[in-house]
């Protein structure tokens, strides 16, 4: 009894108090996200939650409110803007948010920011609501936790404009409440609002589906079952039924991926080298189809046959023969796929090493060229030049590099080979060669792009994992890719003018009405003695006259149907890019909290890549390269500060020791080279990826910043 007392007496003060009516908010977003059933929401997961839907709201209103100068509370008129978002939580539920800047007319000095939160009850045509508002979060005497009921009625069927009510209770002054209260209504516009009463939610059988969630078109979301044991639940034309996927075994497949029958794809796991996938003839089969000497072009010596067994090619070698001396360099020919033309390829055009042998090659020509004055020069003069290799071999220009161009930098299969990602043995000559080249764009592309967490720098291959929503990514940042999204307000280029928007009452063109309708009655007069004359007395047409003036009656008419329809239609357009532009904040805000998110997970090492993190004398050569171009690395994780550091450079010089320590034994046959899978019988000078590129780095370090 007592909160109806209440109630009945705030709202009978109300009335008493020379009140200003006020305004609250709502938005009925009733699904305008998900629109019709031709956009499928993948089967057997909910459709996601609406996105938040906007408004602004214009209000008047009262309070009565305690305060020591007035024991028996002060009476005051309010304005109030305020703007928000409303959350859909379903077909009846949703959620308002809003922030309210209240104007007291009477006592200026106690005006004020409001917050509310509010859980609404939505109807066909209206809401109500009760909630919680921040009551004068900016005035230290008055401010309070207060109770918000809120009710609102729709002003046309879509739900973009109501008529709101609003009352506020202080939770600290509620035994004074007749003394202390707000009320409040006014307008509410949702442009984005499509509570369209007379929707008809989509069925399972209209969609044609038999398992799966879907949108129902009208806000909420349409099951229709899901599939027992292995099978899913696919699209099939414009149905959605079961499937149930094949096996590797099944489809006799022992490695790689196959299509699973159902729109997927099965990984049927790796081959044992020498073994490869689809190496013996056979698709998704290993095997592994050995070389012969023919093939390779060799007369002399012992070589690996590719699967396991060693090949006898003649007498043993020369040191000429070893080092092949004579050996030509393999140019990519014209027509080659991926735009690999005129790079460096194996005996078999194999592309795997490119970008090392690159690398290599162009380190080599400038040493020549510089130290030993003996300039490389190739027979037929080679068409590329360093610059043109590195545009092919950097094919976005975003500092991400490939082995060769049409392979994937982190590893994917994208020219029929898995794992031929950018990794740090091929980073390494052409890290050098852009060095002493003076290619310092590309240097410090590069070193923006390396993917870096907080373990620090990583080469290429490998993806970012997010475990928190178990997404892989195969990018160098994803945290840039979200700074890089494309936030630009969209554009309404509509023509508003007569030409754009005529028809009906309004013609394309402008009526033409007669401008003159004067007459002249000419007389021939005659005098004797004079002679004759014509005379002419003006006059008016009169039929002329009354056309003319009909004429521009409908001309009048006419125009101004026209200026009405390009008003409104020039008032649509204006209003329709303020949508756009309010869309492009949206993400913009979005965007912003997106890359903050982002940022805290990679520095927290949620958000990590798995991939190989850069040696310290992979370091030190960076750091050799980009000083010798005159560039500052620039990096906010601890791991990567270190390595820079004038410790971690120490730490890179002694590494970089070690490797030449452990290459000179192995060419003394005191320790063996890598060797897999074993057994095997390598040759001791044929370590060849570690002796060249212990050979850059160990060059490049007595150049640039010389310490051993």
């Keep these: 009894m007592r909160t109806t007392y209440c109630i009945l007496f705030v709202f009978l003060e109300f009335l008493s108090c ?132 809120q009710g609102g009625i729709d002003l046309d069927p879509t739900g973009r404009s109501q008529v709101l009510l609003e009352g506020r209770l202080p939770l600290r002054h509620i035994d004074e409440v007749d003394n202390n209260y707000q009320f409040w209504v006014g307008l509410k516009v949702n442009p984005f609002s499509q509570n369209d009463s007379s929707c008809v939610p989509l069925t399972c059988s209209a969609k044609g589906a038999s398992c799966g969630s879907f949108p129902d078109g009208c806000g909420g979301n349409l099951r229709c079952g899901s599939c027992s044991g292995n099978a899913k639940c696919v699209s099939s034309g414009p149905n959605w039924v079961c499937c149930e996927p094949t096996t590797c075994a099944a489809q006799g497949a022992s490695c790689g ?97 490119t970008a090392q042998r690159e690398g290599w090659y162009w380190l080599n020509a400038w040493i020549r060229q510089n130290d030993l004055a003996q300039p490389w020069s190739d027979n037929p003069p080679r068409q590329l030049t360093f610059s043109d290799v590195l545009r092919k071999l950097e094919p976005n220009g975003d500092g991400v590099f490939v082995r060769a161009p049409g392979k994937d930098p982190f590893g994917r299969d994208t020219d029929g080979n898995l794992n031929h990602g950018m990794t740090r043995d091929q980073l390494v000559p052409l890290i050098a060669a852009m060095s002493v080249w003076g290619q310092r764009d590309e240097l410090q592309r590069l070193w923006n792009a390396l993917p870096e967490d907080i373990l620090g720098k990583h080469d290429f291959q490998g993806s970012w994992y997010d475990p928190l929503t178990n997404e892989t990514l195969y990018t160098s940042d994803p945290c840039n890719d979200i700074k890089n999204r494309d936030c630009t307000p969209k554009q309404d280029t509509k023509n508003c003018s007569r030409a754009g928007i005529c028809g009906g009452v309004c013609p394309c063109s402008e009526r033409g009405c007669a401008s003159d309708c004067s007459t002249s009655n000419c007389k021939e007069i005659c005098v004797p003695l004079l002679g004759c004359s014509t005379q002419c007395l003006p006059g008016v047409d009169l039929e002329c006259q009354g056309k003319k003036i009909d004429c521009e009656s409908l001309k009048a008419t006419e125009n101004l149907a026209c200026k009405t329809q390009e008003g409104a239609c020039s008032a649509a357009k204006e209003a329709q890019n303020l949508l756009y532009l309010a869309e492009a904040k949206a993400c913009e805000l979005q965007r912003t909290a997106d890359v903050a998110l982002c940022i805290a997970k990679k520095e927290t090492g949620v958000l990590r890549f798995r991939g190989d993190p850069l040696p310290p004398m992979t370091y030190n050569l960076l750091m050799r390269a980009l000083g010798r171009a005159g560039i500052v690395p620039i990096t906010i994780f601890p791991t990567t500060l270190t390595a820079i550091s004038p410790a971690g450079f120490a730490a890179g010089e002694l590494y970089l020791k070690g490797a030449v320590d452990v290459i000179r034994h192995q060419a003394t046959g005191y320790l063996p080279c890598d060797c897999k899978p074993e057994p095997c019988d390598p040759d001791e000078r044929d370590c060849v990826d570690q002796d060249m590129n212990t050979i850059a780095m160990l060059w490049l370090a007595r150049h640039t910043l010389r310490t051993l």
Excluded at 49 to 78: I, M, N, W, Y
Excluded at 106 to 122: M, T
Excluded at 140 to 148: G, K
């Design 18 to 149: 020379s009140p200003i009516v006020g305004a609250g908010d709502d938005s009925r977003d009733k699904a305008a996200a998900t629109g019709s059933n031709n956009q499928e929401t993948p089967a057997e997961v909910p459709s996601p939650v609406e996105r938040p839907s906007p408004f602004v709201a214009l209000l008047t209103g009262k309070e009565r409110l305690f305060q020591s100068d007035f024991p028996e509370g002060r009476c005051a008129p309010l304005v109030a803007g305020k703007g928000g978002a409303i959350f859909d939580l379903g077909r009846t539920l949703a959620l308002e948010a809003s922030v309210r800047l209240k104007l007291n007319v009477r006592d200026f000095d106690h005006s004020s920011v409001f917050l509310d939160f509010a859980p609404r009850l939505k109807f066909e045509r209206g809401f109500v609501g009760l909630g919680l508002s921040g009551w004068d979060l900016t005035l230290s005497h008055t401010r309070s936790v207060a109770a918000l009921l």
């Design 257 to 353: 991926s196959i299509a699973d029958g159902c729109g997927g794809q099965l990984a049927c796991g790796g081959c044992v080298p020498p073994e490869s996938c689809g190496g013996g003839g056979h698709p998704n089969v290993c095997g592994c189809t050995p070389t012969t000497c023919a093939e390779q072009g060799i007369t002399c010596g012992t070589i690996s046959n590719g699967c396991g067994e060693m090949l006898t090619c003649g007498p043993p070698c020369t040191v000429a023969d070893c080092f092949h001396e004579n050996q030509e360099i393999q140019f990519a020919p014209m027509g080659s796929s991926y735009n690999r033309e005129g790079l460096i390829m194996h005996d078999n055009a194999d592309f795997g090493d």
